[in-house]
């Protein structure tokens, strides 16, 4: 792994490790929030092709929490670092963790933050850091599909009913606060890319955009304009929602502890 | 079973020389290994039954989501978890495969939900159990999926060719079900004493009504006796418990843990285990309504059904005013 | 009640150059979203590279009624399968 060496000697190692946990900590509770759903949804081929998304995003949680806890280099394991930190340690979008609420705003979410992944995925298979490179490159036709499907049903729904279009629009405004976050440049981002390692988050702004615009103009949704915009999950300030999150997905790990399973 | 009881409306077997010439020649295609395919003629009887069997077995496959589904977001470990989903997944596909064999007799999917949620078509008892540890989610794996193959390996031969080809695809994706809850509870037995005793709990807790599974003694019933001259069942209801038995109890022995049942010992004249007899009382009241979680399953279904109504009305909105856009439009 | 979804047959062409074989069926609103569905649903084990639907109620088929006289006239004509003549064991493979 000569690369990944050089990778780490040019770039301070927790920026990295603070970087993978982001990406790792997006796909955990993104894949929480939907597996929720298994059991319940709309239709049944509805609830197979979500399951199919949790999937692939609890697939992409051990990558990279796993790539993270190699580079942290203390013996975590990616399941470790799932399950013993606490919500001020996790690094995931505050996106992510908003609930699901009715079907359209689980739609909605996905949407929004399928067309950020793929973006960021896609620029993430140039990366420096080669083992960064390779879970990109399988996490991003995972994204391109999830995108393509979320994006299908906003349109479908947006410009279905006159209660469709009413929930998806009521959707889109609830979740719109929650996006800026996505392209918020942290101190270590300057960093990361500079040594090539990630994208800066504003780099991948206009890209999102003009997805998220075309999209929904297709949907009759009218997007909303950028005012306010939450943010803190990158730094580990999170919303009252995540610690219930962390209760349930964490519960046997806390009540058994040095159990394995 | 994952259908209990189907009733088949006969209330006798027809011997070939009592049927008119169609019905006989159908029942001798029948008895010479034949498939019967959806269009063909077929006994109204034979169609009413096959449509209550599939579509009950369906429903189970969507309410049995439910149970395991509640341990998804509490599963140990990263790959625990993707296990579980996918596996629950598999349940919402095997319904949905089950589902499109029973709508080739001529009913609706939207018909089948309709009767489960009025509570006119029943499901298997089983699901109407609680899930109350993660070593549940193994005993159902180990157990309920245990007592599923059996049923279901033979209804690959069945005598009605969707319902057969559906259960060769089940059959096929279902072969990790067993295995994956087999393995929780070999971690859990290996593991700390508190472990061991959520897996002897568990056990303790799912027996009984893994037994009940394959319904009560039906060597008397009429519905059986049609059902078996139709080659839409293949063992009586004793024959498959027994065998079950026969499969589990050295199972067990290999994980240390004990059956709950006192009167559980081999019988080497019939080269089998003898074992004591569930209470049937309780089956008929979980069958009748009254389980730990029959409200809250059927609710969960009803509550999913209704909430999505607007969802797929609103796709059905949007693929018309699609097709519409792509007509052409008329000439002046 | 609104209306069900219409049905959509699935046939699928897998790893290894045969023919899209039938799978079976599905639900969907679409065309698009049946093929979507399609995917999700019959090739969660890597079982396809190339997805064909079609709408149930498109499909043509020959009546059962009919089975005797569209299928079993070939049965006679034996002679189209390679077991009708016999080769000498001289001749070799053939």
Redesign the interface.
Known sequence: MASATATEAAVDRAAVFEFLLSMGDNALILGHRLSEWCGHAPALEEDIALANTALDLIGQTQLWLGLAGEIEGKGRSADDLAHHRDALEFRNLLLTERPNGDYGKTVMRQFLFDAWHYLCLTALRDSSETRIAAIAEKASKEASYHLERSRDLVIRLGDGTAESHTRMQAALDDLWPYTGEMFMNEASDAELAAAGVAPQPASLKNGWDALVAEALAEATLKKPVDGYMHKGGKRGVHTEHLGYVLAELQFLQRAYPGATW | MYAQMVKTDAPRVKSLDEMDPQERAFQERIDAGQKI?P???MPEGYRKTLIRQISQHAHSE?VG??PE?NW???????????IL??K???E??H???L??AA?TLGI???EMY?QLHSGKAKYSSIFNYPTLS?ADIGAIGWLVDGAAIMNQVPLQRCSYGPYSR?MI?ICK?ESFHQRQGFD?LM??VK??S??KALAQDALNRWWWPSLMMFGPSDDASVHSAQSMAWKIKQNSNDELRQKFVDQTVPQAEYLGLTIPDADLRWNEAKGGYDFGEPDWNEFFEVIAGNGPCNAERLG?RR???E?????????????E???RRAQPVAAE | MSSEWPLWEVFIRGQHGLNHRHVGSLHAPDAEMAINNARDVYTRRNEGVSIWVVRSSDIVASAPSEKGPLFEPSNSKVYRHPTFFDIPDEVGHM
């Open positions: 395919e269009k063909e003629w969507i989501q439910l589904g998804i977001t509490r599963a140990p470990t990263l790959e625990r978890k993707a989903l996918a629950v997944q598999d919402a596909g319904g949905l495969y589902y499109c709508e609706s999917r939207d309709e993660w559906a695809r994706e929780i971690k859990m593991g700390t508190a472990q969960a509550q999913a059904w909430d999505g109504a607007w969802f797929r009305d609103a796709l059905t909105a949007h693929a005013k699609a097709a």
